[in-house]
């Protein structure tokens, strides 16, 4: 089955900085998602991405969709406390029962 | 706040038993997923429902199954529970019109098989 890569598994960073996470897979997806997942909640849509190459921005969060459609990264500027969580890619392909495939997720930690 | 609603929060219960897990999607969605999420294995598509006809399948074992009623809220029933069973079941529903893959999920269903 389609499988999304995330690694590493943790990130530790400090406040202040920059941070890129990055998802990769073997199949084409037509549409990378980011989802973000704060203790004890459901995941939350960060940034949706449809078109390959496609470089989209939401607050101090920017995500690309790659050229090939088998990767995508995340980068999230400035860090703040409130971003520690568990941040997924997700990918989806079209077509008859096309699902919706979660990478395993990155932990994020954030030194104040 | 995500508008998709799960009960119970929280279920411990012993091998061999049999739970039922309750959603209510956001006003006006259709469609209702099924995850579970462990910690070894992520997030894992059981199933979707689509104004109450199943509309694909994942990795969903025998012992589970799921339905979606007339309004619209869905029920997912574990049976001859296993400890491997214990995680985190979340809901999710879709907006009629928005784009693929944008999910609203709910704050989950723990469950602990002891």
């Known amino acids: 089955g389609q499988q999304l890569n995330q690694s590493p598994q943790s990130m530790f960073i400090q406040e202040g900085e920059d941070v890129s996470m990055n998802c990769t897979s073997s199949s084409i997806f037509n549409t990378w998602l980011w989802y973000k997942q704060d203790p004890g909640e459901g995941p939350v849509l960060l940034i949706a991405?449809?078109?390959?190459?496609e470089l989209t921005s939401n607050g101090r969060l920017t995500a690309q969709f790659g050229i090939t459609r088998k990767d995508s990264f995340l980068n999230i500027s400035a860090s703040i406390p409130s971003d520690v969580g568990i941040y997924f890619c997700?990918?989806?392909?079209?077509?008859?029962?096309?699902?919706?495939?979660f990478g395993k997720g990155i932990t994020l930690s954030v030194r104040p | 706040d995500s508008g998709v609603t799960q009960t119970p929060k929280h279920l411990i219960t012993a091998t061999g038993q049999r739970v039922t897990l309750r959603c209510s999607p956001r006003?006006?969605?259709?469609?209702v997923y099924w995850y579970q999420q462990s910690l070894d294995q992520g997030l894992q598509f059981l199933i979707q429902y689509y104004n109450g006809e199943e509309r694909a399948k994942g990795n969903i074992l025998e012992r589970f199954s799921a339905q979606q009623f007339p309004d619209l809220h869905s029920e997912l029933n574990l049976s001859s529970l296993e400890l491997g069973d214990s995680a985190l079941y979340f809901c999710?529903?879709?907006?009629?019109?928005?784009?693929?893959?944008?999910?609203?999920f709910g704050e989950g269903s723990r469950l602990t098989v002891l």
């Open positions: 997700a990918g989806q392909s079209t077509g008859a029962n096309s699902k919706l495939t």
């Open positions: 006003s006006g969605d259709l469609s």
């Open positions: 999710a529903s879709t907006r009629q019109g928005g784009g693929p893959g944008e999910l609203f």
């Open positions: 991405l449809y078109k390959a190459g």
